[in-house]
């Protein structure tokens, strides 16, 4: 059965009885979302960038030059994104958020559409969760299929071979191969038929399309490497980071490249290695961006183009080195800027628009665009009055959030404040774009700062959303604190269903020889990870005594992850579950990703002590 917002029925009729009247057909939506796009394209200004699909469809609609998503993983991201809601303290907190678990109830963008009589198609990565949301969002759900075991999406024999073991294969993959060869030119197939079928059903259509690219690994056909000469390249301006004046919170160990063959456990990145990374990064979105151009044509074709507003953003940025970063997860602008282009038949206004918008504007703006009124519990604004260019009262800045530290943006400052999980203050960092666009110096501190800060402090106050500090249900149906000291190291096991996840973590550069007990575990056959010193996990099998004892040996700064069912947990709810200690102050991080190396902390920022309630 569908579930109807009650205070929309009136509303709807009467949109739906004036467009009788007038003979109007209903507007479909094409949603194109790309996966860790960054603005780095050639009509976002990056010349050399091949990307004239995208260009293409710039120049027919309105290009967002300062466009944010609200969480920097794809996860929360897409939550907040099609959900209209912003996240909060603990909602839509990393790449397992969940609309559902955390916003029961919530009508999400496409179930919206479907409820006002649309079909809605949900072609590969749409909404992260794979289920989520899942029943009423979508008539039709379809997913690429491959030779790869993941979704990594590997063509080569010897990458299929070790795709599953940390280590071992490329971040990229360079073959002649057809563009449907690869799951987005399977996903750009399919979309067509659908178009081509929704044609002749004359039935108003949402159809959502996730292009994967260009996520890791980089894998694109050849001739979209070809594109771009290796001696062209160079590595961003801020790749030789001085990290003097910035919080610790602002970095991160990015260790979801770290899975990948001769990418360092630790250390830095090497320039020749991020050169590569860097190529195939551009070949990628050069082949995304291909994809684009062949559904963009058929919908042409059709003639559907004159009745069907068209979307396409990146779900958030990504770091190709700078500031010594890789991969998304942090705050700083480069990572939470995306591309974003509407394009709405017979609006006039076309080209860039400089103002500041976030994810959270685009579920009312769809709403608006096809003349649909807009659900009350949407939390961003319809951007449909800066696409008529009635702006005058625009907010003009977007508000982020990762883990702990919030950041505003607009087109003069970037500022982010750390906080605890009470709320209480634990480090900032500001930028002035007028001379520092590249963000190289944090003056948050700076006297003559004073007033701005105080002054963006309040516009996080007053803008992060009124169910910020709001706690929503966990991940996990039980947490348990076996044993640990602020700082030093932590042993914690969560349940999940039926299956226990111990994750135990030394952030000591000492060998830690451990006694514990794990009595919901006992008799338990386990597969084990125990991480060397180099942070390479070794898996093995494990079987634990009958009373649940265990002498567990952890590696200096290393840790070790015990996982009931690993062949169940890896089809079911992700690839990798890991620990990771950012130093020898901070506290334990762990988490279960289908998106690589991705952290979760698990008590918010805390250090983790006996007794502690953990989040």
């Known amino acids: 059965s569908l579930f109807i917002v009650p205070s929309l029925l009136c509303g709807h009729a009467n949109v739906m009885h004036a467009q009788a009247e007038k003979g109007e057909q209903k507007k479909n939506v094409l949603f194109l979302i790309m996966d860790d796009m960054r603005t780095e394209l050639n009509c976002y200004g990056a010349k050399y960038m091949k990307t004239p699909n995208m260009d293409a469809l710039a120049s027919q609609g309105v290009m967002f030059e300062n466009a944010y998503c609200n969480v920097p993983v794809s996860g929360a991201s897409r939550a907040s994104l099609f959900s209209g809601l912003r996240p909060g303290q603990t909602r839509f907190w990393d790449v397992n958020a969940e609309i559902d678990r955390e916003a029961p109830g919530t009508v999400t963008l496409p179930q919206y559409f479907r409820e006002n009589g649309y079909v809605t198609i949900s072609n590969s990565k749409v909404i992260h969760g794979k289920n989520d949301a899942k029943e009423r969002s979508w008539t039709e759900v379809w997913m690429p299929e491959g030779k790869s075991e993941t979704w990594r999406d590997y063509l080569g024999d010897e990458n299929l071979s070790v795709e599953k073991q940390r280590g071992g294969p490329e971040p990229f993959e360079c073959l002649d191969v057809a563009d449907n060869a690869y799951f987005d030119g399977k996903t750009a197939d399919k979309t067509m038929e659908d178009l081509r079928r929704l044609k002749k059903s004359g039935q108003p259509f949402f159809l959502a399309v996730g292009i994967l690219k260009p996520h890791l690994p980089f894998n694109a056909p050849k001739k979209y490497w070809d594109l771009y000469d290796p001696k062209q390249i160079r590595v961003p301006e801020t790749f030789d980071f001085n990290r003097e004046g910035f919080p610790d919170m602002a970095f991160h160990a990015y260790n979801e490249i770290r899975y990948y063959k001769n990418i360092p456990a630790k250390s830095d990145i090497p320039k020749e290695e991020a050169l590569k990374l860097i190529r195939g990064y551009r070949a990628c979105v050069s082949y995304a961006d291909a994809q684009v151009g062949k559904i963009m044509a058929e919908l042409k074709k059709l003639g559907l183009d004159k009745n069907t507003v068209v979307v396409l953003l990146g779900d958030h940025g990504w770091s190709l080195g700078d500031h010594n970063q890789w991969c998304k997860h942090s705050n700083f602008n480069i990572v939470n800027n995306a591309p974003l282009i509407i394009k709405v038949p017979d609006n006039q206004k076309k080209g860039a628009e400089p103002k500041v918008v976030e994810f959270v504007d685009v579920y009312p703006t769809l709403c608006e665009a096809v003349g649909l009124p807009v659900p009350h519990h949407t939390e961003g604004e319809s951007m449909m009055k800066l696409m008529t260019g009635e702006d005058k009262s625009w907010k003009d800045c977007a508000i982020i959030k990762w883990h702990s530290g919030v950041t505003y943006f607009d087109r003069d400052y970037g500022y982010t404040q750390w906080n605890d999980k009470a709320g209480n203050f634990q480090g900032h960092m500001l930028f002035l774009y007028r001379n520092d666009h590249l963000e190289t110096k944090n003056v948050a501190d700076a006297p003559e700062n004073k007033e701005i800060v105080a002054q963006l402090q309040k516009e996080i106050l ?111 709810m992700g690839a990798y579950l890991f620990t990771y200690f950012k130093d020898d102050t901070h506290s334990l991080y762990f988490a279960v990703s289908d998106d690589g190396y991705t952290f979760t902390d698990v008590n918010n920022g805390q250090p983790i002590i006996a007794g502690d309630t953990i989040a």
Do not use: C
């Not at 700064?557 to 089809?571: I, M, R, S, Y």
């Open 462 to 572: 007053a803008r992060r959303g009124k169910d910020f500090m709001k706690q929503v249900p966990t991940t996990w149906d039980e947490t348990r604190f076996i044993d640990g000291y602020p700082g030093k190291y932590a042993v914690v096991a969560r349940r999940h269903g039926k299956q226990w996840y111990v994750a135990a973590v030394n952030g000591t550069k000492e060998v830690l020889k451990l006694k514990l007990e794990l009595p919901m575990l006992a008799g338990e056959t386990l597969s084990f990870y125990n991480d060397d010193k180099e942070l390479q996990p070794q898996l093995q099998t494990l079987k634990l005594k009958a009373d649940g004892k265990l002498q567990l040996t952890l590696q200096p700064q290393g840790g070790a992850v015990l996982v009931q069912d690993w062949k169940t947990n890896e089809k079911e």
